[in-house]
């Protein structure tokens, strides 16, 4: 049973440490808005998906402030 618990902690912790350009890649759009301030819920790859969640409530869709400042200062690294 420990060694089944270790095994999973392990795969959590090597899947969470993955690459951030992967997850920064996935996650272009936040809905930002009163409820959920800035950056808000960044977890739509695309426009249409963020406008639909944010559709009949005063949320609107914005660029993931991770995704726009990684890709801008990619070469100066």
């Not at 959590?12 to 819920?41: E, H, M």
């Not at 426009?47 to 990619?74: E, F, I, L």
């Amino acid at each position: 049973m420990h060694r089944l618990l270790l095994a999973a902690a392990s795969l959590a912790l090597v899947t969470g440490l993955g690459s951030p350009t992967a997850a920064v890649a996935q996650d272009r759009y936040c809905l930002q808005g009163r409820v959920w301030g800035y950056p808000g819920n960044c977890q739509f790859a695309s426009y249409a998906q963020c406008m639909a969640t944010a559709s009949g409530t005063h949320a609107y869709c914005g660029v993931n402030p991770r995704y726009a400042y990684a890709r801008r200062y990619r070469g100066y690294r």
